[in-house]
């Protein structure tokens, strides 16, 4: 049993330009979540998905983010324009019922 | 929202000694789990507890959902257990939507 994947593991881009990044779940989970990360914080929901339907939205997403998850797969998180603030580490989570496994996350440094 | 208070936010043991780690929230959860972030940033599950006992090896966990804690104990500490340990928890429907607390940053000593 794979567990769930991120990629890029790591993204260096400089400030105004778009970035997007892929979280492939466990395959028979239908919840996904993306969470943020910053330097010596704990993570902090940003949305969810229950299967393709994305049920809820932190107010910590901006206009400029956008989360997708086509036929229920796999998911993405697009940051446009990005900016400064945006560094920081965003995690993917999957479950099928209560408990979340977390992937490696995917570190975004905007210069 | 949902508040979670973690201490103590930073400890430093020798291997051998035992401690234990708390994780207080201020309203009724269904979903609580502890993680440990290795120093790569995974998250890796160490208990899914949103009431009652478990124990896993050297480590085991109690939550008192009624009176709104849960407590981590690592017995016989190694130098692998050192890193960031995180409880978090969920609520009513949206019981997937974790709120982690800040985390307390263990280090234990050879």
């Known amino acids: 049993d794979t567990g769930v994947s991120q990629n890029p593991r790591h993204k260096i881009t400089k400030r105004g330009q778009n970035v997007t990044f892929r979280c492939d779940p466990i395959s028979e989970h239908n919840r996904l979540y993306w969470y943020r990360q910053t330097l010596g914080q704990g993570p902090e929901f940003l949305t969810y998905?229950?299967?393709?339907?994305?049920?809820?939205k932190s107010r910590l997403l901006s206009d400029r983010f956008s989360a997708e998850r086509p036929k229920g797969s796999f998911s993405t998180l697009e940051i446009q324009r990005t900016e400064q603030g945006d560094s920081a580490m965003y995690l993917c989570?999957?479950?099928?019922?209560?408990?979340?496994?977390f992937g490696p996350g995917t570190r975004l440094t905007v210069l | 929202g949902i508040q979670v208070e973690q201490s103590p936010p930073d400890l430093i043991l020798q291997e051998g000694a035992n401690s234990t780690l708390r994780c207080n929230f201020s309203?009724?959860?269904?979903?609580l789990q502890w993680f440990h972030q290795n120093p790569w940033g995974q998250l890796i599950n160490l208990f899914y507890i949103p009431s009652g006992t478990k124990q896993n090896g050297r480590l085991s966990a109690t939550t008192v959902a009624t009176e709104r804690y849960s407590l981590l104990y690592i017995s016989s500490s190694q130098t692998t257990d050192s890193g960031v340990y995180f409880c978090a928890v969920g609520s009513g429907t949206s019981y997937g939507k974790l709120t982690f607390g800040q985390g307390t940053i263990l280090t234990v000593h050879p």
């Open positions: 989570a999957s479950s099928l019922v209560g408990e979340e496994f």
């Open positions: 998905f229950q299967n393709e339907a994305q049920l809820e």
């Open positions: 309203d009724s959860v269904n979903n």
